[in-house]
């Protein structure tokens, strides 16, 4: 019972460099959401999905782009990667709208 | 989304129960209260979540006035384990957002 696995767990980028983050969950969730943990700060809401083939802005998508081709995978892509998003970013899901969150392990991304 | 308040941080010792209080002044009706907690390098746990009056599991209590302006999580005779950070959200996620604020760092000590 795998939950909500992301890959990769750490990543070391060049500024200017672009990767993309895989967030899966197992529970057949319609739910989706990425954020983004700083040091000693809340979690803050990049991009969501409602449902396959849906996505939503959050509070701070700037340099952030998604998508939710199928129901079971959630990318979060990183165009061209810059310092200030060197944080630990943090996949969930849940089965519907005001229903328990469940939290991937985190993927510790540093931009140098 | 309503705005929510919480301390940003506690103390407190083994044994002891321990309240934490999330102020939410313009909550909307449908709106329901969340509690989540969060240990360090892990993602956020769901605790316990509440509409009205009191909710109880294995874990924790909520609380929640008649006006719905706060709400209080309580957590009985804390353990060192229940170091973390614990977050209040409120909200009816209908339109899919799930909001945290800030959160309040808890500290149990022996």
């Known amino acids: 019972n795998a939950g909500v696995t992301q890959t990769p767990k750490f990543r070391v980028l060049k500024t200017g460099q672009s990767m993309t983050l895989l967030c899966a969950q197992d529970?057949?969730?319609?739910?989706m959401y990425w954020y983004r943990q700083d040091p000693g700060m809340g979690l803050r809401l990049i991009h969501y999905?409602?449902?396959?083939?849906?996505?939503a802005k959050g509070e701070v998508p700037d340099g952030y782009n998604v998508s939710r081709l199928k129901k079971q995978n959630f990318l979060l892509g990183l165009e061209s990667a810059a310092p200030s998003q060197t944080s630990v970013y943090f996949c969930a899901s849940s089965v519907r709208a005001r229903a328990e969150a469940f939290f991937g392990q985190g993927t510790r991304l540093t931009v140098v | 989304l309503a705005k929510t308040t919480q301390p940003i941080s506690m103390d407190s010792y083994e044994g002891q129960e321990v309240n934490i209080t999330c102020s939410h002044n313009n909550i909307a009706t449908n709106d329901y209260i969340t509690w989540y907690q969060q240990f360090p390098s892990q993602g956020p746990r769901f605790i316990i979540q509440?509409?009205?009056t009191k909710v109880t599991n294995e874990v924790a209590s909520l609380f929640i006035p008649a006006d719905r302006k706060s709400s209080t999580l309580s957590l009985p005779r804390v353990s060192l384990s229940d170091t973390a950070v614990y977050y209040c959200?409120?909200?009816?996620?209908?339109?899919?957002?799930?909001?945290f604020g800030q959160g309040t760092e808890l500290s149990v000590k022996p």
């Open positions: 999905s409602v449902g396959e083939g849906t996505t």
């Open positions: 529970m057949n969730h319609e739910y």
């Open positions: 959200l409120v909200g009816d996620n209908q339109g899919g957002k799930l909001i």
């Open positions: 509440g509409y009205k």
